[in-house]
T-cell receptor, first 115, second 111 residues
Framework: DAGVIQSPRHEVTEMGQEVTLRCKPISGHNSLFWYRQTMMRGLELLIYFNNNVPIDDSGMPEDRFSAKMPNASFSTLKIQPSEPRDSAVYFC?????????????FGNGTRLTVT | QKEVEQNSGPLSVPEGAIASLNCTYSDRVSQSFFWYRQYSGKSPELIMSIYSNGDKEDGRFTAQLNKASQYVSLLIRDSQPSDSATYLCAVAPNSGYALNFGKGTSLLVTP
């Protein structure tokens, strides 16, 4: 089991540039979550998918953020244009179904720095 | 706004002591409760889950849940320096919903 795979691990970009974060969930998991973590706000849910369908995107900060899940094994989170306040660690996590005791498995995260 | 509140700490305990971490939540329909541990620069990892009122023990860890008081806690017995990390409390209304995390409590176990 390779776990949840995120890329890139680190991203440094200039304000105004487009940023794309990628995630491969654990095979067989049908729920995928994007979280953002900062010191000030902690771990915040941005959006989650069940069976590739977005269920709740109320945590997406604004229209500059978009997320897609074209198939069961791949998801992207895009920020366009990026701003310095978007600097954070972005985590992708997956879970198998709605089992009550099924844990959330996190990827290693992408540390984004926008200058 | 569904709130999950934790004392940010740091909570400092000597090696071998019991560390007590606390969490309160505002959403009364919450049904699933989790404790995650996060080492600096790493991703959160699940330690314990609890769904019913009372205590649940797993090795040195005990989770306690009181739904009437909307309170969940984590006890770590015989604390070790390797337990030094940030502990995140997470709450979900039921198993199919996304987890809402607290900001975490930083624990430091001193030799």
């Amino acid at each position: 089991d390779a776990g949840v795979i995120q890329s890139p691990r680190h991203e440094v970009t200039e304000m105004g540039q487009e940023v794309t974060l990628r995630c491969k969930p654990i095979s067989g998991h049908n729920s995928l979550f994007w979280y953002r973590q900062t010191m000030m706000r902690g771990l915040e849910l941005l959006i989650y998918f069940n069976n590739n369908v977005p269920i709740d995107d109320s945590g997406m900060p604004e229209d500059r953020f978009s997320a897609k899940m074209p198939n069961a094994s791949f998801s992207t989170l895009k920020i366009q244009p990026s701003e310095p306040r978007d600097s954070a660690v972005y985590f992708c996590a997956s879970r198998s179904g709605g089992a009550a005791d099924s844990p959330l498995h996190f990827g290693n995260g992408t540390r984004l720095t926008v200058t | 706004q569904k709130e999950v509140e934790q004392n940010s700490g740091p909570l400092s305990v000597p090696e071998g002591a019991i560390a007590s971490l606390n969490c309160t939540y505002s959403d009364r329909v919450s049904q699933s409760f989790f404790w995650y541990r996060q080492y600096s620069g790493k991703s959160p990892e699940l330690i314990m889950s609890i769904y019913s009122n009372g205590d649940k023990e797993d090795g040195r860890f005990t989770a306690q849940l009181n739904k009437a008081s909307q309170y969940v806690s984590l006890l770590i017995r015989d604390s070790q320096p390797s337990d030094s990390a940030t502990y995140l409390c997470a709450v979900a209304p039921n198993s199919g919903y996304a987890l809402n995390f607290g900001k975490g409590t930083s624990l430091l176990v001193t030799p």
